[in-house]
């Protein structure tokens, strides 16, 4: 049983195109998360919902939209891609927001923007 | 600005060695601090935690000290072995945040039999 599950692994798209990606947890966490890969390997966190609210919304073009339709689930719609939105996208879940809270990553989904 | 720097973005040792990787935080003092690892093509794994009134902190060969002072956190891997090769990420909490963690660029370990 996979904790945290994304999907797609992979996603591979024209520039301008408008993309989703889906996150379910089985762990029954309150909290969910959106971190970003680049290509030098930074993990930066994009957003985060507690009990479907947002919490965290980082500097991050609107062209993004999280969307969580129940706690499990945090999805992803990016609208009109950009070549610099190639990253590896993973979804994370924690219990709650208390200090020290570990996170419970995804395997991530490798956005190419060609 | 809140940086995190993790000095080796790669270490290679040989199998039954202690490994030592290296991270640093400047201009904040977190609450905690976090320790994952990250195996290609995965997402990373939470380790260990180690808060800000703690030393050191031990799980099996690992162990991570917390030194306020000098405003950086070591993670040691005893009895190293090839298995433990992976990228190891610091994550500390993010000052004036709830849960928000900064994560450092990882040290990339290599365990050669």
């Known amino acids: 049983d996979t904790a945290v599950s994304q999907t797609p692994k992979y996603l591979v798209t024209q520039m301008g195109n408008d993309k989703s990606i889906k996150c379910e947890q089985n762990?029954?966490?309150?909290?969910m998360y959106w971190y970003k890969q680049d290509s030098k390997k930074f993990l930066k966190i994009m957003f985060s919902y507690n009990n479907k609210e947002l919490i965290i919304n980082e500097t991050v073009p609107n062209r993004f939209s999280p969307k969580s339709p129940d706690k499990a689930h945090l999805n992803l719609h990016i609208n009109s891609l950009e070549l610099g939105d190639s990253a590896v996208y993973f979804c994370?879940?924690?219990?709650?927001?208390?200090?020290?809270?570990?996170?419970?990553f995804g395997s991530g989904t490798q956005l190419s923007v060609l | 600005s809140q940086k995190i720097e993790q000095n080796s973005e790669a270490l290679n040792i040989q199998e039954g060695k202690t490994a030592t990787l290296t991270c640093n935080y400047t201009?904040?003092?977190?609450?905690?601090l976090q320790w994952y690892r990250q195996d290609p093509g995965r997402g990373p794994v939470f380790l260990l935690l180690?808060?800000?009134?703690?030393k050191e902190k031990r799980k099996e060969r690992l162990k991570v000290t917390f030194d306020t002072t000098l405003k950086q956190s070591l993670f040691h891997i005893t009895a190293s072995q090839p298995a433990d090769s992976a990228t190891y990420l610091c994550?500390?909490?993010?000052?004036?945040?709830?849960?928000?963690?900064?994560f450092g660029k990882g040290t990339k370990l290599s365990v050669k039999p």
């Open positions: 201009n904040y003092s977190p609450a905690y």
């Open positions: 180690i808060r800000e009134n703690e």
């Open positions: 762990l029954g966490h309150d909290t």
């Open positions: 994370a879940s924690s219990l709650g927001l208390g200090l020290g809270e570990k996170l419970f």
């Open positions: 994550a500390p909490l993010r000052g004036g945040s709830q849960g928000n963690l900064i």
